[in-house]
C-alpha cells in the first residue's frame, strides 16, 4: 500500500525577516515553501534534492513529471547550474533580473537533482527580480525549484490568498507580500547552437529578445518536453520498457516497488514521494546495467502514482 500524507496545518507569514528565516529553515528540511516572484507564486524547494522536489509534486498533485523552472539570484549561480553561451549571458545582462527562463545544457557537475529537468540534459533557469523570492534564494543559499504554488490543473496564484484556497494542507507556510507584478509566468525560449527557439510565450516579447540576441526567435517547432507549459514528450530509455512486472524475466533488470524488490526499488516500503524522488535515477541505473531489457513493478495509481506512471507510460511507448 501507499503511504498518504496527512493534511498539514498551512501558515501564512506576512513577507519579512522572520518569514524569510522560517521559509529557509523549511527548505533545508526538503519542505516547500510558497513565495512570490514577479510573475506569480512559485511553490519553492530545493532543486539539488530529488526528495525535495517530489515533495512539490505531491503539493500541487501534479499529473506529469514535467521539468521545472531553477530559480538563481547570480549570474555565478546560473552558471554553476547551467551552460551560458556567449547569447546566453547577453539575454541575461539585458533581461535578468526579470521573467526570462532559459533552456540550457546542464553543466559539468550541475547539482539540480534528476527530477528537476525529467531526466533531460538541459535545465530551465530564470533570475528572479522579486525581492522575496531573491530573499529566500540568498537565506537557503542553494537554487530553488518553483512551478506556480497552485493545485494543478488550477489558476495560477498570484496572491497569498489563491495560494492557500488552493494548496491548504498540503504545504507548511506562505510567505505573503501581496500581489504579484506581472501576474503571468515567464516567457521561456530554448538556447542553443540552432538558434532561439519559443517554447512559452509571456512578459519579455520575441521582438525583445530577438533585438539582444541580434538574431530571430522561432517557433519551436518539437513536440519534446524541455520546460513548463509544453505538452508532451518523455524520457525514453535505450532498453525496451514492460510495465506492471510481478518478477523478472531472463535479461531483465527489474525496478522494483513495495513488496517487489528486483534489483533496485523506487520504494521498499511503498512510499510514493519516496518512489518520486528515486525514479529517474533508477531508470538511468537500469539503463546502464548491460541487461538487454528493463522492467517495473506495479504502482498505485493514486497521487504521486499517477505521475509515475505517466512517466512509465511515456517512457515505454513505442518508438518510430
Known amino acids: 500500500m501507499s503511504q498518504q500524507n496527512p493534511p498539514i496545518e498551512t501558515e501564512t507569514c506576512r513577507y519579512g525577516t522572520d518569514a524569510i528565516a522560517r521559509a ?45 523552472i531553477v530559480h538563481v539570484s547570480t549570474l555565478e549561480a546560473a552558471a554553476v547550474v547551467a551552460e551560458l553561451s556567449p547569447v546566453a549571458l547577453a539575454l541575461a545582462d539585458a533581461f535578468w533580473p526579470g521573467p526570462l527562463t532559459m533552456v540550457l545544457p546542464l553543466a559539468p557537475g550541475s547539482p539540480v537533482a534528476p527530477l528537476v529537468t525529467a531526466g533531460l540534459p538541459t535545465v530551465a533557469v530564470r533570475m528572479p527580480a522579486h525581492p522575496a523570492m531573491r530573499a529566500l534564494l540568498e537565506a537557503a543559499d542553494r537554487p530553488l525549484a518553483a512551478p506556480s504554488a497552485n493545485a494543478s490543473g488550477s489558476i495560477s496564484p498570484t496572491t497569498a490568498a489563491h495560494v492557500a484556497a488552493s494548496l491548504n494542507g498540503r504545504i507548511p507556510l506562505v ?41 530571430p526567435v522561432i517557433a519551436s517547432g518539437s513536440d519534446r518536453i524541455e520546460a513548463p507549459g509544453q505538452l508532451a514528450s ?30 533496485a526499488t523506487l520504494s521498499a516500503s511503498g512510499d510514493l514521494v519516496e518512489a518520486a524522488a528515486r525514479l529517474f535515477a533508477a531508470l538511468h541505473e537500469a539503463d546502464a546495467s548491460g541487461r538487454a531489457a528493463i522492467a517495473v513493478a506495479p504502482v498505485p495509481d493514486e497521487g504521486l502514482g499517477l505521475a509515475i506512471n505517466d512517466r512509465l507510460h511515456r517512457a515505454a511507448a513505442p518508438r518510430d
Open 24 to 68: 529557509a529553515d523549511l527548505i533545508r528540511a526538503g519542505d516547500p515553501v510558497a513565495i512570490a516572484t514577479e510573475t506569480v507564486y512559485g511553490l519553492a524547494g530545493d532543486a539539488t534534492s530529488d526528495s525535495a522536489v517530489a515533495r512539490i509534486y505531491a503539493a500541487k498533485g501534479r499529473p506529469s513529471f514535467n521539468p521545472l
Open 234 to 263: 518523455h524520457y525514453a530509455p535505450s532498453r525496451p520498457l514492460r510495465l506492471e512486472a510481478t518478477e523478472r524475466r531472463d535479461g531483465e533488470w527489474l525496478i522494483g516497488f513495495g513488496a517487489i524488490l528486483g534489483d
Open 175 to 215: 510567505v505573503d507580500s501581496g500581489p504579484t507584478a506581472r501576474g503571468i509566468e515567464s516567457t521561456i525560449i530554448a538556447v542553443g547552437d540552432e538558434g532561439i527557439r519559443l517554447l512559452r510565450p509571456g512578459p519579455i516579447s520575441p521582438d525583445e529578445i530577438a533585438e539582444v540576441a541580434g538574431r
